[in-house]
């Protein structure tokens, strides 16, 4: 059996080392620019607020809003991943300001065109729910589920805190921040969110840029 050259042997490694080098040194750099640095080229790129870590999401299957013999299924317990998810939680009752957000995801999601099969939307719904008329007439693509008990993991989740463009952090102790819709990636992480009184038009713009850098979803 013949042996291998020692010499041939650590050239090969040093080429393979270095291809290696070559491919994840730059990845590495914008990493550590991006996130040890908090450096932006060219100014703020995301509109909402980034959670930093993404928080990967527990699978939890809840009840469907919904009419006839399908009232009161589960959802499958990966119901936030495969697809890049709008979450909006807030009262059944659904007043005001839940119908303006609910709308505005629509159209954001309307406004996405071809890409708009990628992304779904999600609304978890407190106390007193709700008026499933309405919620087809207007929302047939929206996912409407209970917040019942086994939701406690995901809420949790979203008590915690974010980091807004200033670099602050901001925590809402105790509850679930009011009014926000929350950005999940295909994988089932929690990446960002967005405040009641967020532009959809940067919503859209985020939605757009993570769509087109992404293989999933």
């Not at 929302?139 to 949790?156: G, Q």
């Not at 009641?196 to 919503?203: E, I, S, T, V």
């Amino acid at each position: 059996m013949s042996q291998h050259d020692p010499v041939q042997t650590r050239s090969q490694r040093r080429v393979l080392i270095g291809l290696a080098l070559l491919f994840f040194a730059p990845l590495a750099l914008a990493f550590y620019l991006y996130y040890g640095l908090d450096w932006r080229p060219g100014g703020r790129v995301n509109h909402g607020d980034l959670i930093e870590p993404p928080r990967p999401l527990p699978d939890l299957a809840l009840p469907r809003v919904s009419e006839g013999a399908a009232a009161g299924w589960p959802t499958s317990p990966d119901f936030l991943k495969r697809k890049w998810t709008l979450l909006y939680w807030g009262p059944g009752s659904c007043p005001a300001r839940c119908r303006t957000d609910l709308y505005n995801t629509r159209q954001v999601r309307t406004a996405l065109g071809r890409d708009m099969s990628r992304v779904q939307r999600v609304f978890i719904a407190e106390g007193n729910c709700c008026d499933a008329d309405l919620l087809r007439k207007q929302h047939p693509d929206l996912i409407t589920v209970r917040a019942t008990p086994e939701a406690a993991p995901l809420l949790a989740l979203l008590r915690g805190p974010v980091r807004n463009d200033a670099g602050g952090r901001r925590a809402d102790a105790g509850r679930v921040p009011t009014d926000r819709v929350y950005l999940i990636d295909p994988l089932g992480n929690l990446m960002m969110s967005y405040a009641a009184d967020a532009r959809p038009n940067g919503m859209l713009e985020d939605l757009k840029r993570l769509l087109r850098l992404s293989s999933v979803g």
